[in-house]
């Protein structure tokens, strides 16, 4: 079946425009991550969407970056006011209930801000 | 809050020489720990969880790793590297089921030939 896809696979913009950034996770699971993937800094977490429950935002950096997940499926990432520092690759991942430890992550989204 | 240390940021091992990256974890509850693996080019996938089951675990690839809770460590290891083993390896940790898991900073393994 399909695996977790992101869009776009690639964004350049400009400091101070803001950007959305799109995860489909795999039909049926349940958990919903973001990461943020930066040179030498590993896997950062940022928010977390498990089914019904609030979302685990204690990662988020500020409050410029949100995140949302409509209907338990697609979630949006979005960063206002970009900054150089965002420039990273955000990674999205998923995973079903009864095994939540497995997450399928998708290719990312290499975001540039120049 | 759980964490994980992950020492050396890059290892260099000779084909067919064991393979060890070295994880230490903190975490105030019994912890789930697991190795995720990124291939050149690829997404990350799990190579081994380890889920308060055996303390060694075994995953793909001939990849192993021991819970050694007096020592809060969880090291991945192999007998032999292979030249395909050459990827970014991350340790990770989590409370329980419904927790997030945390990811370390990872360890780029080379393979010499």
């Known amino acids: 079946g399909a695996g977790v896809s992101q869009s776009p696979s690639n964004k350049v913009t400009e400091k101070g425009k803001d950007v959305e950034l799109r995860c489909d996770p795999i039909?049926?699971?349940?958990?919903l991550y973001w990461y943020r993937q930066s040179l030498g800094q590993g896997l950062e977490f940022l928010i977390y969407?498990?089914?019904?429950?609030?979302?685990?935002k204690s990662g988020l950096p500020s409050d410029r970056f949100s995140a949302e997940r409509t209907g338990g499926s697609v979630s949006t990432l979005t960063i206002q006011r970009t900054q150089q520092e965002d420039s990273a690759v955000y990674l999205c991942?998923?995973?079903?209930?009864?095994?939540?430890?497995?997450?399928?992550f998708g290719p990312g989204t290499r975001l540039t801000v120049t | 809050a759980q964490s994980v240390t992950q020492l050396g940021s890059h290892v260099s091992v000779s084909e067919g020489a064991l393979v060890l990256l070295r994880c230490n974890y903190s975490?105030?509850?019994?912890?789930?720990l697991f190795w995720y693996v990124q291939y050149p080019n690829q997404g990350l996938q799990l190579l081994l969880k380890?889920?308060?089951?055996?303390?060694l675990v075994k995953g793909i690839n001939g990849f192993e790793a021991e819970f050694k809770k007096s020592e809060t460590s969880f090291h991945l290891t192999k007998p032999s590297a292979h030249m395909s083993d050459a990827a970014e390896y991350f340790c990770?940790?989590?409370?329980?089921?419904?927790?997030?898991?945390?990811f370390g900073k990872g360890t780029r393994l080379h393979i010499l030939p």
């Open positions: 380890y889920t308060s089951a055996a303390t």
């Open positions: 975490s105030s509850v019994p912890p789930y």
């Open positions: 990770a940790v989590s409370s329980n089921r419904d927790d997030k898991i945390i």
């Open positions: 991942a998923s995973s079903r209930y009864s095994d939540p430890y497995e997450q399928y």
């Open positions: 039909s049926g699971h349940t958990a």
């Open positions: 969407f498990q089914g019904n429950s609030a979302p685990d």
